[in-house]
């Protein structure tokens, strides 16, 4: 079992597990799968941790909207208007970000305490979601499982299944900060993704796939990230059944390299532009692979239904180096 972390007010007791392989060491919680820590050394060896975290339970408890580090779901993103057709019928979940539902509601899965148990090179976390929580439709059983795979690469492998036709859309939250300190602002993005999702004003999809040529969302070169950004990315290798490179992000000052690899069709990226203190506007970069937001509302996005007797799996390896 891992080291005790802290405890919830009912009683339920929250476990910090401790993955440690090639000069990479990763901090998973049991509550909401919450990546705490990962530190790699920089381009002279120096370590440091390169995610935002808070030190102790009380933070995350006091501080969740930001999502720090989070396994999100069951759906992560928005969902308009908190409702959704499937089959022919019209399903209501909770509305928690104005009239829209935002990364599984009031008590998303960044909000339960997971099962957790040591597998070879990293842990295995596990869930049940009920039928009707938050309004979502089937019992969900989810695993998510975290690795060190060498030379110290972080993978995180998801899977469901459900026994009622239900949509899933799961992701990690975590907020990048190659530098381990100060702002992100100044990290180097590439992306391999042609278009991307136009939003309204509610930061919902419009429906349409917009070309990134000469836009501020063209990343296909290296560029810095700087600010403004919570927009989905349409990646263009689509959905695959293996993970594939779609992302770099580098930090020149120490040389660090992220380098993201996803089996998902699309990416958030999310500049941090409000964030509780002690953490400062652009503290981080989110890049959150994942299905695209409101899909269940657009059937010619890729589908996020899950129907019994399949299994949802998704697959994302978060890869470390120097330059």
């Known amino acids: 079992m891992g080291e005790l972390f802290g405890?919830?007010?009912?009683?339920?007791?929250?476990?910090?597990?401790?993955?440690?392989?090639?000069?990479?060491r990763v901090r998973v919680l049991s509550y909401g799968g919450i990546v705490q820590s990962v530190e790699v050394p920089d381009r002279d060896g120096h370590r440091a941790d390169v995610v935002l975290g808070f030190a102790g339970l009380d933070?995350?408890?006091?501080?969740?909207e930001p999502y720090l580090g989070a396994l999100v779901g069951r759906y992560a993103n928005r969902i308009a208007g908190g409702r959704f057709p499937l089959d022919g019928r019209a399903h209501a979940v909770t509305r928690n970000e104005g009239a829209n539902s935002l990364h599984g509601g009031d008590r998303g899965f960044d909000k339960r305490v997971w099962e957790a148990e040591p597998v070879e090179?990293?842990?295995?976390?596990?869930?049940?979601?009920?039928?009707?929580e938050e309004g979502f439709p089937g019992r969900l059983e989810v695993t998510a499982t975290y690795t060190l795979q060498a030379p110290g690469a972080l993978r995180i492998a998801y899977e469901a299944v459900t026994d009622a036709p239900t949509v899933v859309n799961l992701t990690n939250h975590s907020y990048w900060n190659l530098s381990g300190s100060g702002d992100a602002a100044g990290h180097e993005l590439r992306l391999a993704a042609s278009r991307y999702t136009p939003v309204d004003a509610g930061l919902i999809p419009t429906g349409a796939l917009e070309?990134?040529?000469?836009?501020?969302?063209d990343f296909r070169t290296a560029r810095r990230t700087g600010s403004g950004y919570d927009h989905n990315f349409a990646l263009d290798k689509g959905v695959t059944p293996a993970a594939e490179e779609v992302a770099e992000l580098y930090d020149p000052a120490s040389g660090r390299l992220l380098t993201v690899a996803t089996t998902e069709p699309g990416l958030q990226l999310y500049t941090a532009d409000h964030l509780p203190a002690p953490f400062t506007?652009?503290?981080?970069?989110?890049?959150?692979?994942?299905?695209?937001?409101?899909?269940?509302?657009?059937p010619d996005f890729p589908s996020t239904v899950l129907r019994p007797g399949e299994v949802f799996r998704s697959e994302t390896v978060y890869g470390f180096s120097v330059r």
Do not use: C, I
Request: aromatic share 6%.
């Open 211 to 217: 070309d990134v040529t000469g836009s501020r969302f």
């Open 121 to 132: 090179d990293g842990l295995r976390l596990s869930l049940v979601s009920p039928h009707g």
């Open 281 to 298: 506007r652009g503290a981080g970069v989110a890049l959150e692979t994942q299905h695209f937001p409101d899909s269940p509302n657009r």
């Open 59 to 64: 933070g995350y408890l006091a501080h969740p």
């Open 7 to 24: 405890t919830l007010s009912d009683g339920t007791r929250v476990h910090r597990w401790t993955l440690e392989r090639d000069g990479v």
